[in-house]
């Protein structure tokens, strides 16, 4: 049972250059996430997509780009790279919807990105 | 807007003890849902323990129990007979019944296990 898997696992980028972040989930859930993950703080949402054909801003959206290709895969687009995008990148997925809040979230392994 | 505060930046304890991690939050709503998630060092995050903000009694997982306060605002973990594996980064997170979907972080408490 694979759950959320992210790829890569690691990447290192020049500033400038341009790379998708990949995710899929295999729970047939319906809301996926991207976050971010910087030392000494939570996590920091950066898009979601409640239901496949649709995303909204998180928090910090700035830079980012998304995807939501269809129901398992859910990307994300760092068009030009800035070292302050130097990050861990989680995936996540869950149910969704009203009257699922109380579902958790599930996560991938995490993407360890930095930008020189 | 949700807040959610961890005012423990790390906590240690003796293998076998109990500890109790602190959480408080800021909300104006009254349906809510509270979790803990784990981050041990291989970076995964693995759900602990969540808790219906409508449910008076406090959510148990094994070892793993909260002190829910409602009226407080408050929400902490304590785990009990304290194993090794527990050591990790502990994250409390909030969630509004509604149909916005995001979860509200905390920073983080880092958990050490004496042997």
């Known amino acids: 049972n694979a759950g959320v898997t992210q790829t890569p696992k690691f990447q290192v980028l020049k500033t400038g250059q341009s790379m998708t972040l990949q995710c899929a989930q295999d729970m047939n859930h319906n809301s996926m996430y991207w976050y971010r993950q910087d030392p000494g703080m939570g996590l920091r949402l950066i898009y979601y997509s409640a239901s496949e054909g649709t995303t909204d801003k998180g928090e910090v959206p700035n830079g980012y780009n998304v995807s939501r290709l269809n129901k398992r895969e859910f990307s994300l687009r760092l068009e030009s790279a800035a070292p302050s995008q130097t990050s861990v990148y989680f995936c996540?997925?869950?149910?969704?919807?009203?009257?699922?809040?109380?579902?958790?979230?599930?996560f991938g392994d995490g993407t360890r990105l930095s930008i020189l | 807007a949700q807040t959610v505060t961890q005012s423990q930046p790390e906590m240690s304890v003796q293998e076998a003890e109990t500890v109790t991690l602190s959480c408080t939050y800021d909300?104006?709503?009254?349906?809510?849902?509270l979790f803990w998630y784990k981050q041990p060092p291989s970076r995964q995050m693995i759900l602990v323990i969540r808790?219906?903000?409508?449910k008076q009694q406090n959510a148990t997982e094994n070892r793993f129990s909260v002190n829910f306060q409602k009226a407080a605002k408050s929400f902490s973990l304590k785990i009990s007979d304290s194993q090794l594996g527990d050591a990790a980064m502990y994250f409390c997170?909030?969630?509004?019944?509604?149909?916005?979907?995001?979860?509200?972080w905390g920073a983080g408490t880092k958990l050490i296990i004496k042997p």
């Open positions: 808790q219906e903000a409508y």
């Open positions: 996540a997925s869950s149910e969704g919807g009203k009257g699922h809040s109380n579902q958790p979230q599930h």
């Open positions: 997170a909030y969630r509004s019944a509604d149909s916005n979907y995001q979860l509200i």
């Open positions: 909300t104006s709503e009254s349906d809510y849902y």
